[in-house]
């Protein structure tokens, strides 16, 4: 049987927690859990735990909410904690102080094949481009972003009705059992790292903020229905309509095209009791499930069902 390693892992959303599970369960040792500090969220602003902290205590792993990662009396009782490797998952960017540390190295799970979509959103990329193929990375983390040795990789299919949000769950999975290879590996020193091939222009996968989600009709039918699934179910593709003398977002998740010729203007749409449709550069988009500002997600049906005038609504 593979040599056990001691283990610190650092991370967060649900992604992480999925990994630390598949380590808690596997014959390595947790032997501390770092997270991010509880978020206030909802109505209430109540703090809420990350799914990663939820997981720890539950399972009486040792855990750590530091506010920063270079406070000494943190560092130390990490450094006494005596751990063979540090894993990261979705976690934030460590300092070398502290991922240094471990005696095997500290290596990050990152959502793409590297070196392609380095960055915060590697998994929402590979659907906005339309890939046909993504998968997971294990490297060594160093001083700058996703750019360290690599350890092992897995590959999987990007399907047509994927969105960001299947295929998320399958990076989840799969990237989980890498983390069990790559610590089998390591622990038999079976595991040759490999720098990170020299692209010259590899893709990129940026942080998304608000002004990144609007809709652009002037573009191809196919590339705003790859952005559309690619931004479901978050943060969510949108564009804006005019409801009598209102402004408000449209929230679309999910939708389907064709490429057609026609006469009409990028951003016109029609909209009635029984279709809804927005003409692009070269074709028509048709959404299938969408959240009015103010209102809950529907399916198209059942929102075209509740809209009493549609002479309100304009482009």
Do not use: C
């Not at 909802?42 to 990662?69: D, I, Y």
Request: aromatic share 10%.
């Amino acid at each position: 049987m593979t040599k056990s390693l001691n283990v610190v892992f650092f991370g967060t959303p649900d992604f992480a927690k999925a990994s630390l599970e598949a380590i808690f369960k596997s014959h390595h040792k947790v032997v501390g859990v770092v997270t991010a500090a509880d978020k206030a969220s909802g109505r209430g602003m109540k703090l809420t735990p990350s799914p990663v902290k939820v997981f720890a205590e539950k399972n009486g792993l040792h855990l750590f909410q530091p506010e920063k990662l270079r406070n000494p009396e943190f560092l130390e009782a990490i450094q006494n904690l005596n751990a063979d490797v540090f894993v990261v998952v979705a976690f934030r960017m460590m300092p070398q102080v502290l991922f240094s540390i471990p005696r095997l190295g500290t290596f990050n799970l990152h959502a793409s094949l590297l070196p392609d979509y380095r960055g915060a959103a590697p998994i929402n990329y590979a659907v906005i481009n339309g890939e046909t193929k993504t998968g997971v990375t294990t490297f060594f983390i160093n001083e700058k972003i996703d750019e360290g040795s690599i350890l092992l990789q897995a590959e999987t299919e990007v399907l047509p009705e994927d969105n960001a949000g299947t295929l998320h769950d399958k990076l989840m999975n799969i990237g989980s059992e890498l983390i069990i290879k790559t610590l089998d590996g390591l622990a038999d020193n079976s595991i040759e790292e490999t720098p990170q091939p020299d692209k010259e222009n590899p893709k990129t996968a940026y942080k998304i903020f608000k002004e990144n989600l609007k809709i652009d009709w002037n573009q191809s039918v196919e590339t705003i229905h790859n952005f559309v699934r690619g931004m479901s179910p978050y943060p969510t593709a949108f564009t804006i309509l005019k409801v009598g003398d209102e402004e408000k977002s449209l929230k679309i998740f999910k939708g389907k095209f064709e490429v057609e010729s026609h006469s009409r203007e990028a951003g016109d749409f029609d909209i009635s009791k029984t279709e809804f449709k927005f003409y692009t550069k070269d074709g028509i988009y048709y959404p299938e499930d969408v959240q009015i500002q103010g209102k809950k997600r529907l399916p198209v049906k059942d929102f075209l069902n509740g809209i009493q005038n549609f002479e309100d609504y304009k482009k």
